[in-house]
């Protein structure tokens, strides 16, 4: 593989046009920028260095139905039966029709996927009827990832900006038209233009106290497309997956899907396989049930630790891998086993410590099946968008190819659909603005203390069950919390730009501060949505739970819309 580009290897001045710009280069937005036509001129940006997002992450796999055993009319069924009624059967026979080819398209591209006896080898993960998940032993983000960025590195039409910070879309006043972004970097606030935005910035479990995903899982896109006024949808959706490590001082770290397809038990502390009380699947049932009767156990059985309301770091169950063969174990999960190692766990000796975290947003910018939002000019791939294949819980495995299989979609764009509009006044002569920001210190501190008390607060109220007064005082006290972000003297500044208006800001470190502002404003308006769908949404359903509203009610199967302040539900989606 290509090593990463250094500081020194990036643009040193931004460059202020570009024919498609992608924000975000986990696995959609590498692959998008890739499928790109090379007659383009794409900018691919990220805040962080390549390979931090959550796609790095993934452990347990892609789905495709490539076993003669299997069919992708089987990969759709579950898909659908997963989806609890909310998926678009369009957009899943898409997904699951096309995943062989893009199968096919990554081993071309390099990505080494385990093998047996020549074949890809494939397991079985979580509401799966067939063995169908294709795994790098249990680094298959990793494997996926730094193979595309391997291959973006050698493309000669994309040019990579990394710690960079997209902070709002720019739209054409007159026709609406998205025309490119403002942006952060190298201490400088700047406005760069493009004939077309894709959003590719994953998703925002850094809203909850406890999640599996990087810190850079902020839900910028989103954040950014409603600010701008595109239709958002299913917000309330949040999948949490069971089986996090929850030790004192350690990471969430998750223990992939995978681990109890192999024939991993979920036991509480007297050593009983409880998840059977709950479903008749047991360890096997789709992750939303998992993580209810993980929840439900905890909450009966105060011997097993914790508050459990929150699920605080002492409250777990166990995960015990000592049922599958231990050579098995050591093929399959080198990772998993290193990562336990390091926090005193031996996984051939006693089971991990696990409890539900924060996973995967299955809501986000409304698509069509060609990545269209509905800002002309904006487009939106991977957990960032909801293209439809999820619906209101996401099958295991299925979100790193929906970042392959939409991000393919990006090779059919024409350069009539790209709208480059050049001002007479550009940014490239317009006059630098030195802003001097006073009395930084006090600010950084309330900005810290806001995120940190919005994470515990989304965490305790929207998490694995929810209910009306809860949701109720959550809402307002969010609401006083961006009140008293928007009246922060750098927040006055920032957001009353005029477009064009190019600024330099005089801090220290500047670009690592004005990250941290920027993802703590888009977390504050990602708590505000994710709040208010769930308050709206009076059922329960996938990943949204109500104790209140305990059972699913078929009135709403429906989508939540939202747009700017608006929500509002979707025609009754046919069965």
């Known amino acids: ?43 691919l940006i990220t805040k962080d260095t390549l390979s931090t997002g959550a796609s790095d992450w993934a452990q347990g796999g892609i789905a495709a139905a490539i076993d003669p055993a299997d069919s992708p009319v089987l990969h759709i069924e579950d898909t659908m039966r ?40 494939l397991t079985l993960e979580a509401a799966h009827s067939r063995p169908r998940v294709l795994h790098a032993a249990d680094t298959t983000g990793r494997a996926v ?3 595309l960025t391997a291959q973006v590195l050698t493309r000669r ?9 997209a902070l709002s879309l720019w739209l054409n ?44 899982s902020t839900g910028d896109g989103v954040a950014i ?40 038990h979920l036991i509480d502390s007297q050593g009983r396989r409880f998840t059977f009380d709950y479903h008749p699947a047991g360890e096997l049932a789709p992750r939303d049930v998992v993580s209810r009767a993980i929840f439900s156990h905890l909450q009966q059985s105060p011997d097993q630790g914790g508050e459990v309301g929150n699920i605080e770091e002492v409250g777990h169950v166990y995960l015990d891998l000592r049922p599958i063969p231990a050579d098995q174990i050591r093929y399959r999960f080198p990772n998993i086993i290193r990562v336990c190692q390091h926090w005193g766990i031996d996984v051939f000796q006693e089971p991990i410590p696990v409890a539900p975290a924060a996973h995967y947003w299955m809501g986000g910018i409304a698509t069509d099946l060609m990545n269209r939002t509905s800002i002309p000019g904006l487009y939106a791939i991977g957990e960032t968008a909801s293209t439809g294949v999820h619906g209101a819980n996401r099958l295991a495995s299925n979100s790193l190819l929906e970042c392959i299989v939409f991000g393919a979609q990006l090779r059919r764009i024409t350069p009539d659909e790209l709208q480059i509009t050049t001002d007479e ?25 806001l995120r940190v008390n919005l994470e515990r607060l989304v965490w305790q109220s929207a998490g694995i069950c929810r209910q009306q007064e809860i949701l109720e005082n959550a809402i307002a ?85 939202v747009q700017n302040n608006r929500w509002w539900k979707s025609p009754l989606i046919g069965n």
Request: proline fraction near 5%; aromatic fraction near 8%; charge should be negative.
């Open 477 to 561: 006290t969010v609401e006083l919390w961006r009140t008293e972000f928007a009246a922060l003297p750098l927040s006055q500044q920032l957001l009353n730009l005029i477009p064009l208006q190019t600024l330099s800001l005089d801090l220290p470190d500047a670009d690592r501060q004005l990250r941290a502002w920027g993802e703590t404003y888009n977390l504050l308006d990602v708590a505000y949505l994710i709040l208010n769908s769930a308050i709206f949404r009076t059922e329960s359903r996938g990943g949204h739970y109500r104790l209140d509203y305990s059972t699913t009610n078929p009135d709403w199967q429906v989508h939540t819309l």
């Open 425 to 449: 006044y550009s940014a490239s002569n317009s006059p630098i603005v030195d802003l001097a920001v006073q009395d930084w210190a006090t600010q950084k501190d309330t900005i810290t203390r």
């Open 1 to 43: 593989m290509n090593s990463l580009p250094s500081d020194s290897d990036l643009e040193p001045n931004i460059p202020t046009q570009f024919d498609v710009l992608v924000v975000g280069a986990g696995a959609a937005g590498l692959y998008t920028a890739l499928c790109l036509p090379d007659t383009m001129h794409v900018g």
């Open 157 to 165: 039409n994309i040019t990579v900006l990394q710690q960079a910070f």
């Open 225 to 264: 497309a409603w600010r701008a006024g595109a239709i958002l949808r299913d917000l309330e959706f949040v999948q949490f997956h069971p089986t996090a490590l929850t030790k004192l001082g350690a990471p969430h770290f998750l223990i992939s899907e995978a681990v109890r397809g192999e024939g991993a």
């Open 173 to 216: 006043p007159q026709t609406g038209h998205c025309q490119g972004i403002s942006l952060i970097y190298n201490g400088q606030l700047s406005w760069v233009r493009a004939g077309a935005v894709v959003l590719a910035t994953g998703g925002g479990g850094q809203v909850f106290a406890q999640t599996t995903n990087p810190k850079v």
């Open 145 to 147: 990832v730094s193979t």
């Open 82 to 121: 997963a989806g609890a009624g909310l998926c678009d059967l369009d957009a899943v026979k898409f997904l699951a029709q096309q995943a062989p080819e893009c199968i096919h398209s990554l081993v071309e591209l390099g990505v080494a996927f385990d093998r047996k006896e020549n074949h890809l080898a």
